[in-house]
């Protein structure tokens, strides 16, 4: 499903307000009546199926005990054996350290580039297609490539490159202490693109008045960059944050292409885990219950979300 | 200096002010003035940290992909022994051939194409239809309605994957391009902006054209259509881009190969493929995408710029 493979599709430039409110203007056109229905129930009835029932059906086969053939309600016999299960902390400690090494590396990349592109006027446009090329790419493919570039050998493509400068080789993918690092590297590249392309549009909606204040008052580049440009992009930086760990917690396709979850357990994610469960040992209802505690877990943070940006939107 | 008062309100309009202003900018400033500018030792830095932000962005974003089109045309010991050497023993030009043939990747562009074009197709549909009743005719369960499509934005995509597995094979789609071609046409964020955008149409046109003896389907074709264009092709190329990089549904919702895509098939055919031919493969697989960002740039980057979307 493309909400957990591509990204989960959360406008954050979109005021929550926005969202839930129905329209603003009251004026209606047709009350009632069976053609607008008509229209869209074929949309309706897709998402009913496609989404809604499968959102209500994962809380139920939790508690259930299924294997395509036949289903029996078990308690919360799965939560317990989940819990149980000696992999589990080891594949939330390494989904942490995931979203910890992506947030450190993966999260100051495009603010910079962003910052730096909106100052550009001539190489502006250039510069913009450029920062969302990675984006478009399908990430097996940079996988597949990053996974050469990442050969352990001294003739890999990074250990050439940094043998140029003396350092290495290095294991990269082969060595559990670099494996995760290497996984982040990869899922960096496919996604800073987008985050930078948001931040540009915020920066590029800055009230430019406020810069010629600032200068008029005698403020140096750097203390406008300091005191307009960072506060003004606050709130686009809190939501993208908070949506980069709802996205990195169901991280999947990299480490399981990369790796398949080693060496030695140390990429195994908890979206992983959630595979094994469900296609390597049949066991649905465990990953249908693990996908819940994710799920629920998860939820803290798109609480936060709505929260926040409601409080924003009232000033 | 207090600027914190100032902060507005984020709403999707941020897309349309990022359009107005890109490429209208000699008049116009960020941080950085032409007054600034005017100083030789700030124009030098300036100047210095642009070129040097243009080379690295090319480096990093471009380098890849430029690297993955030599390979693709590389002898295989060419590509290990000398990552950085241009052609030593020649190109090969019949690695692509080789890759479209024996790996199977023209099956897998075809069933790719296959897929995309049903994808964005329901999209498209599901998007402006759904959004044309929120927004336009506004019938009294709109609201609630409204609601139940938003609220899946917020909740996080990971749930329902083993229930909708589950789904689709009770009801017989799995193995067929059905069972991608539909659960991912339903997207909340492609109805929200098409919904937003319906509702900047003035709605006195839907009021002259009811006066006129025109329904609401008629109202649809001949109006909000043609005035929506636009918007249709962002929500068409977003769709478009997600399915071609989606990887973990089409792997669960079809298990034949011979009706997967490129995506899949690739990742496949990897450990056994010679990697010359899988390189070219893979060039292959990022041609398409990137003739259509190419010639698209501007609907991406305005759609982008106004979703949020982050890589899970």
């Known amino acids: ?57 994962g809380l139920v086969i939790a508690f259930q ?17 989940v819990l149980a299960d000696p992999l589990l902390g080891q594949a939330l400690a390494n989904t942490a350290l995931y979203a910890g090494l992506a947030l450190v590396l993966g999260f100051p990349i495009p603010i910079l580039f962003a910052v730096l592109i909106a100052e550009m006027r001539r190489t502006r446009h250039i510069s913009s297609a450029l920062v969302f090329l990675p984006v478009i790419i399908p990430p097996v493919v940079s996988i597949l ?61 800055i009230d430019t008045q406020l810069y010629e204040a600032a200068e008029i008052d005698g403020a140096s580049i750097l203390r406008r960059f300091w005191h307009i440009t960072l506060p003004q992009m606050r709130g686009t930086i809190l939501l993208l944050l908070l949506l980069q760990l709802i996205g990195t917690f169901q991280i999947f396709t990299e480490p399981f292409l990369l790796t398949g979850g080693g060496p030695n357990n140390s990429t195994l994610t908890l979206l992983m885990l959630i595979y094994r469960y469900a296609f390597i040992y049949g066991n649905f209802g465990q990953a249908a219950a693990l996908s819940l505690m994710l799920a629920v877990a998860l939820s803290v943070f798109a609480g936060l979300y709505l929260w926040l940006s409601r409080k924003w939107s009232k000033r | ?41 700030t124009r030098f830095t300036f100047r210095v940290v642009i070129a040097v932000t243009i080379g690295l962005l090319f480096v990093i974003s471009a380098g890849p992909l430029l690297w993955l089109a030599k390979s693709a045309i590389s002898a295989t010991q060419d590509t290990l022994a000398q990552p950085f050497a241009f052609w030593p023993s020649g190109v090969q030009w019949h690695n692509l051939v080789d890759a479209w ?48 499509i938003m609220a899946t934005l917020f909740i996080p995509g990971v749930i329902s994957l083993i229930p909708l597995y589950l789904t689709v094979i009770d009801l017989g789609l799995l193995d067929t391009f059905w069972a991608v071609w539909l659960p991912n046409g ?66 669960l919702a079809l298990p034949t ?33 990137l003739i259509v960002f190419l010639t698209f740039q501007k609907q991406f980057l305005t759609g982008a710029g106004s979703a949020g979307a982050i890589k899970g």
Request: glycine share 6%; charged share 15%; hydrophobic share 50%.
């Open chain 2, 186 to 251: 339903v997207s909340a964020f492609n109805v929200l902006i098409m919904k937003q955008y319906f509702e900047t149409i003035p709605r006195e046109l839907f009021e002259a054209a009811k006066v006129d003896g025109a329904g609401p389907v008629r109202i649809l074709w001949s109006i909000v259509l043609p005035m929506s264009t636009p918007i249709i092709g962002v929500v068409a190329l977003l769709a478009f881009v997600a399915s071609w990089k989606d990887f973990l549904w089409p792997l």
């Open chain 1, 145 to 205: 490539l990053w996974k050469i570039f990442f050969d352990p050998s001294e003739r890999g493509l990074f250990n050439t490159a940094l043998g140029f400068v003396g350092i290495g080789p290095l294991p990269w993918l082969q060595s559990p202490a670099t494996a995760m690092l290497s996984i982040v590297l990869v899922a960096t590249w496919g996604a800073f693109g987008s985050s930078a392309i948001i931040y540009l549009a915020t920066l590029l909606a």
């Open chain 1, 65 to 81: 005990k299924t294997n395509l053939l036949t289903t029996s309600w078990v308690g919360i016999e799965n939560f317990e054996h």
């Open chain 2, 1 to 41: 200096m207090t600027v914190d008062g100032t902060t507005r309100t984020r709403t999707a309009g941020m897309g349309d002010a990022w359009r107005k202003r890109v490429g209208t900018r000699s008049l116009e400033r960020s941080n950085v003035s032409d007054s600034d500018l005017s100083r030789r030792s």
């Open chain 2, 101 to 148: 043939t024996q790996i199977r990747i023209g099956q897998f562009t075809v069933n790719s194409l296959m897929i995309t074009t049903g994808e964005v197709i329901v999209a498209v549909i599901a998007a402006v239809t759904l959004g044309y009743v929120l927004a336009v005719l506004r019938p009294r369960y709109g609201p609630i309605l409204n609601a139940c």
């Open chain 1, 1 to 57: 499903m493309s909400s957990v493979t591509s990204p989960p599709v959360i406008p954050a430039a979109v005021a929550v307000e926005e969202v839930l409110a129905p329209s603003r203007n009251r004026r209606r056109t047709y009350r009632g009546g069976v053609v607008p229905f008509l229209i869209a129930a074929p949309a309706i009835i897709l998402f009913a199926i496609f989404s809604w029932w499968p959102i209500l059906r």
């Open chain 2, 257 to 289: 190969p011979s009706k997967q895509p490129l995506s899949v098939g690739l990742s496949t055919i990897a450990p056994q493929a010679d990697l010359a031919v899988l390189m070219a493969g893979m060039l292959i697989a990022v041609v398409i995408p």
